[in-house]
């Protein structure tokens, strides 16, 4: 034991199992596929624990590898291939790995029958790839590779069935919003090395240290750079706009890209640079404001969606919106605790609904389900642990993260209080339609008598019963031990201002909440099913806003799409088809023909000009030949330098 | 003795000769003696330095552009037969088409 983690075996493992099930896949039989496809994150997950063993045991953390090969050198710019360790990199990797694996043991089950399993089992293999890559990576563009790379395997995984003009139009619209906050994240880069002359966090933080007085300023743009780019991974106000649209990837895909592990990406870049953002308190409100706007604004717009993909969709991002919540309120370690509690119990929502709708043969609309407690037993009973988790009833998971966040947010002085009592609009509103979801697929009598609904496998179920497990029992660990735990790379969790007494009744009041959320539910959706609809009667205008979704896809597409469009079409038809290209034509003929034009004098036919060319030819030669040209030219000034004199 | 450069006076008159020859003349046949005027005229250089230097190599030279001439002269009269009979005419002007 030399006490070498061998760090770098997390990301490539997953990337073996990638290049072997992308390049073989196809000829492989299905069985092989799978244990492929099963082993590289399950081996990734052992190192991640061999890491984890290590530092429980001794192992002095921040823990570093740096390939003896550097990346990039150039003048005074050194960028390391480098692996780092630290107690947030090891919560965020055990999350993704962990879930990652449950994820890829659901599939065998959800995918068994598509054309694709083995490109499906690449793609997500891929994905493992760049999120370790993305969690481990110890500088600013190394962690941009990951952050990059996973938006590709987004891109892939929602476009997989491409025949579908929708999940292709949706890769494209996540690839493409996503690359708006990306120009944010390279801005931020840009900025970072101007001022830092680095993009190594640990060398960001030292010189922030070295610094107590330097604040605000460009370390404000840097972060509001930087946040530009958390937005559009973690799908938040203004760029949260592809998250609802990637549902139409395979339901795995939703829950471990775009629920469990890449949109928290945000959250976690936050975190890992919270030394800048501490340094700023105009970008933390801002951070905080888009958490807590995002947060309610999508949790309305989750009330009366009817797709069950889509409500989870929303819920997600609304979570998200929790999470920033948190970061905007310098809580890192709560919102890095609910990024995991939620990595749980939304990846057990998405499982779930994916095991609903594999076992309704590809229903997904709440009005045409219903009735699915008897025929999904163990889906249902997971399901229920989800819901109760993510609506903050203790002593789920998400009571504890979610309180732990909405606690700090309260200890923020005034504007804080605004903030938390936003977050505890959305609790009611997230138990309200986390219970409506409930109601409308498992309770009541089916609304498609036709199915007949069958349970899910137990490579199914079996990750669903793990992740109820968690999503029961994971915040147990309690949010003073965990930020503890953290306290080394996010920063301490200040609540010396409050008091056992308040936090109490915060929690009784959040658990009430969610109380009445439940409450209003079973009003709406078991005891007077035509409630709903006389309330969406009654409120036109209000319904009509969140089904359209407060009209922002609509709006995005008449202020930006359009015009841009307009422009690129223009360029294209005008600047690049008739300037550019046509231009080009014209002139490479014209050069062509004109030069023809000239040269075509010399080739006649004519015997005697050719023979006089011929004779002018050779008296040039002579000419050259016998005029002394050193001396011509020495004598009007000009000098040969030979052979060095 | 007759210094050296006579001879090669002589020899670039009837070069020079040969050229202005072929430039100007319109008939075929005088343009093909020119060139033979050239070729002569570069012999005689040939045979004036041979001498000079008391070195074979020019005579041997001589004797070869003699031979390249005479079979030039067979084939090069030849072709101005065949011109004749396709064009009626040996006026080199008329002449400027690769093809009859």
């Known amino acids: ?645 | 003795m007759i210094p050296l450069s006579w001879y090669l006076l002589l020899s670039a008159t009837l070069f020079s000769l040969g050229v202005v020859g072929f430039l100007i003349k319109r008939n075929l046949i005088t343009v093909f003696m020119s060139i033979e005027l050239m070729l002569n005229g570069v012999n005689l250089s040939f045979v004036t330095f041979a001498h000079q230097w008391h070195l074979v190599k020019g005579q041997i030279f001589v004797f070869f552009v003699m031979v390249v001439a005479a079979a030039e002269a067979a084939v090069g009269l030849a072709i101005i037969i065949a011109v004749f009979r396709a064009r009626s005419t040996l006026a080199v002007d008329r002449i400027d088409l690769m093809k009859l």
């Open chain 1, 1 to 645: 034991m030399n006490g070498y983690l061998h760090l770098w075996l997390i990301p490539l493992l997953p990337f073996a199992g990638f290049l072997i099930n992308g390049i073989l896949g196809r000829r492989l039989p299905k069985a092989l596929v799978s244990t492929v496809a099963l082993l590289a994150p399950l081996a990734s997950f052992a190192v991640v624990l061999n890491a984890a063993r290590a530092a429980t045991s001794g192992l002095a953390l921040p823990y570093a590898e740096i390939c003896p090969v550097g990346w990039i050198n150039a003048g005074m710019l050194h960028i390391d291939f480098s692996f780092v360790l630290d107690q947030l990199s090891l919560v965020m990797l055990l999350v993704v790995t962990g879930v990652g694996f449950l994820i890829h043991i659901y599939s065998v089950g959800y995918m068994h029958d598509d054309e694709g399993y083995a490109r499906y089992f690449s793609y997500l293999n891929l994905f493992l790839f760049f999120m370790t890559v993305l969690v481990l990576a110890g500088n600013a563009l190394l962690m941009f590779v990951g952050w990059e790379g996973v938006g590709l395997a987004s891109y892939l995984l929602i476009g997989f069935w491409y025949q579908k003009t929708v999940a292709a139009e949706a890769g494209k619209k996540a690839f493409i919003v996503n690359r708006i906050g990306d120009f944010g994240f390279l801005i931020g880069m840009f900025l970072l090395l101007a001022n830092f002359g680095t993009l190594t966090f640990s060398e960001i933080a030292d010189k922030l240290a070295a610094n107590p007085a330097w604040s605000g300023g460009v370390l404000t743009s840097i972060a509001l750079c930087l946040l530009l780019g958390a937005t559009g991974k973690s799908a938040q106000l203004p760029l949260y706009i592809w998250l609802p649209d990637a549902m139409e990837g395979p339901t795995p895909v939703s829950a471990l890209i775009h629920a469990a592990t890449m949109v928290t990406a945000g959250v976690y870049m936050i975190a890992r640079t919270h030394a800048l953002y501490d340094r700023s308190p105009f970008a933390l409100s801002v951070v905080a404001i888009i958490g807590a706007a995002t947060a309610i604004f999508a949790a309305t717009i989750g009330l009366v969606q009817n797709d069950i993909k889509r409500v989870l969709a929303y819920s997600t991002i609304s979570q998200l919106g929790y999470m920033f919540l948190g970061c905007g309120v310098a809580a890192y370690s709560a919102a890095i605790f609910h990024l995991m509690t939620h990595a749980f119990f939304k990846a057990l929502l998405f499982l779930a609904a994916g095991s609903v709708i594999h076992g309704m043969g590809g229903v997904q609309d709440l009005r045409k389900l219903g009735g699915l407690r008897k025929h999904l037993p163990v889906t249902f009973w997971t399901m229920t642990a989800a819901v109760f988790a993510i609506a903050g009833f203790f002593p789920f998971a998400g009571f504890f993260s979610k309180d732990a966040i909405l606690y700090a947010a309260f200890l923020q002085g005034n504007s804080g209080k605004v903030l938390w009592f936003v977050g505890l609009v959305t609790a009611l509103l997230t138990s309200f339609y986390m219970f409506r979801l409930w109601y409308l697929t498992f309770m009541g009598k089916s609304r498609s008598p036709e199915v007949h609904p069958h349970e899910s496998p137990w490579s199914m179920l079996g990750p669903l019963v793990i992740l109820a497990l968690f999503s029961i029992g994971g915040g147990w660990i309690g949010i003073e031990r965990f930020a503890a735990y953290l306290a080394p790379s996010t920063g301490p969790l200040s609540l010396e201002t409050g008091s056992a007494h308040l936090e109490l009744v915060l929690s009784i009041l959040a658990v009430a909440v969610a109380l009445l959320g439940w409450f209003i539910a079973d009003r709406f959706y078991r005891q007077r099913p035509e409630a709903p609809a006389r309330l969406a009667a009654a409120v036109p205008a209000g319904y009509s806003v969140l089904a359209h979704k407060y009209w922002v896809d609509e709006f995005y597409g008449a202020v930006i799409v359009k015009p841009l469009m307009a422009v690129s079409k223009f360029v294209l038809e005008w600047v690049v088809e008739v300037a550019i290209l046509g231009g080009l034509a014209w002139l490479l003929g014209g050069i062509a023909t004109f030069t023809g034009a000239i040269l075509q004098r010399w080739q006649s036919g004519n015997l005697r000009s050719y023979a006089a060319w011929l004779a002018a030819g050779a008296a040039a030669l002579l000419l050259f030949a016998l005029v002394p040209w050193t001396t011509v030219l020495a004598n009007v000034g000009i000098h040969f330098n030979v052979a060095g004199h």
